[in-house]
């Protein structure tokens, strides 16, 4: 509920029930224009990708992946939640005060 708070109203993303699971496809010429912008390299590295991708109104496509849990995840809630909202608040503010660009 807060990540969708986060990435729906404060990002723009509003339109994707999930950013984070799933495959993104583009084409080459759309992969290289997303990945040229990009600064994010951790965990929320797709929301910046989708983000960069509705700016430079390349179009996208949500598509159901069907999912099932595997038990004996390494992943620490606590420290992967802390660098989900650390990407957030530097995509939230680096994009809209203008210190990162779209070109």
Same mark, same amino acid.
């Given at each position: 509920?807060? !990540?969708?708070? /986060?990435?729906?109203? =404060?990002?723009? =993303? ?10 993104? =496809?583009? +084409?080459?010429? *759309? $992969?290289?224009? &997303?990945?040229? !912008? ?5 965990? $929320?590295?797709?929301?910046?990708m989708?983000?960069?991708s509705?700016? =430079?109104? &390349?179009? @996208?496509?949500? #598509? ?8 004996? +995840?390494?992943? !620490? #809630? &606590? @420290? *992967?939640s802390? +660098?989900? /909202?650390?990407?957030? /608040? $530097?995509? &939230?503010? /680096? ?7 779209? !070109?």
């Open positions: 509920m807060v !990540n969708n708070f /986060f990435v729906g109203y =404060l990002i723009g =993303l509003g339109e994707y029930k999930d950013t984070q699971c799933g495959f993104k =496809l583009f +084409s080459r010429k *759309a $992969a290289n224009k &997303i990945v040229y !912008n990009m600064h994010l390299t951790r965990w $929320a590295f797709d929301v910046e989708l983000y960069i509705k700016k =430079l109104k &390349i179009p @996208t496509k949500e #598509i159901m992946v069907n999912w099932r849990e595997i038990e004996g +995840s390494k992943l !620490n #809630i &606590i @420290t *992967a802390m +660098s989900f /909202f650390r990407d957030y /608040f $530097a995509i &939230i503010i /680096f994009y809209f005060t203008g210190f990162w660009r779209i !070109n």
